[in-house]
């Protein structure tokens, strides 16, 4: 008789995460600005951070989307398949490298959880996270 192996349950971390084109270590907290909410959603999930940060084509930060802000636009409306753009906050907070120190500082606050550090040309470097 064939002893039968017993599968593994599918679970959520097991689903494909997005990868845009930016620094491998930086991966599971960027997202596209053209992707859609429920691969942000997914890749918050990843990270557990509760946020992710949003680049254009050209590493550029555009904005962030956090869990809450994703969840708004549902309770509004809009679908699982609206682009990030669209639903994104523009305004958020980014540092570059010579603010590094102080970022960490915000980190501590409990309020922000992701601070992309960006160059000059607002280009992502890096992203600091709490904890």
Not at 63 to 74: C, E, N, Q, W, Y
Not at 77 to 97: A, E, I, K, W, Y
Not at 103 to 128: C, K, M, N, W, Y
């Amino acid at each position: 008789m064939k002893k039968l192996e017993k599968q593994p349950k599918p679970s959520r971390s097991r689903v494909p995460r997005p990868e845009p084109e930016t620094a491998a270590s930086c991966a599971k907290y960027v997202v596209l600005d053209t992707d859609s909410v429920q691969t942000a959603l997914l890749s918050i999930d990843y990270n557990e951070h509760r946020t992710v940060v949003v680049t254009n084509a050209d590493n550029v930060v555009v904005g962030v989307l956090s869990d809450g802000d994703a969840r708004k636009s549902l309770l509004d409306g809009r679908l699982l398949s609206t682009p990030v753009h669209r639903v994104m906050n523009t305004d958020f907070v980014s540092v570059g490298l010579e603010d590094v120190a102080k970022a960490r500082e915000l980190l501590t606050q409990g309020h922000i959880f992701v601070i992309p550090v960006v160059d000059s040309q607002g280009a992502l470097l890096e992203i600091l996270t709490s904890a």
